[in-house]
């Protein structure tokens, strides 16, 4: 039987420990799109996931109701 070690929680910042929600995420939010929306890859990225994102979305929302 394998005995596991369980290493000590760190005292610095922890990812999963950031609130997400409210205008806090919000702003989370826009400031990451900006950040990573200024890399001319990820823009072509982006301009060319719309148009399946919304297609799944739409597909979503018709198979939901």
């Known amino acids: 039987m394998q ?3 369980r290493e000590p929680s760190h005292p ?3 990812i999963d420990k950031i ?3 409210g205008a806090m995420g919000l702003i989370f939010t826009i400031a990451s799109m900006v ?3 200024a ?4 823009r072509w990225f982006a ?3 719309v148009i399946p994102g ?3 979305a739409a597909i979503l ?3 939901r109701k």
């Open 3 to 5: 005995t596991t070690i």
């Open 12 to 14: 610095g910042i922890r």
């Open 19 to 21: 609130p997400a929600s």
């Open 35 to 37: 950040i990573f929306l």
């Open 39 to 42: 890399l001319p890859v990820v």
């Open 47 to 49: 301009l060319l996931s």
């Open 54 to 56: 919304l297609a799944v």
């Open 61 to 63: 929302h018709w198979t």
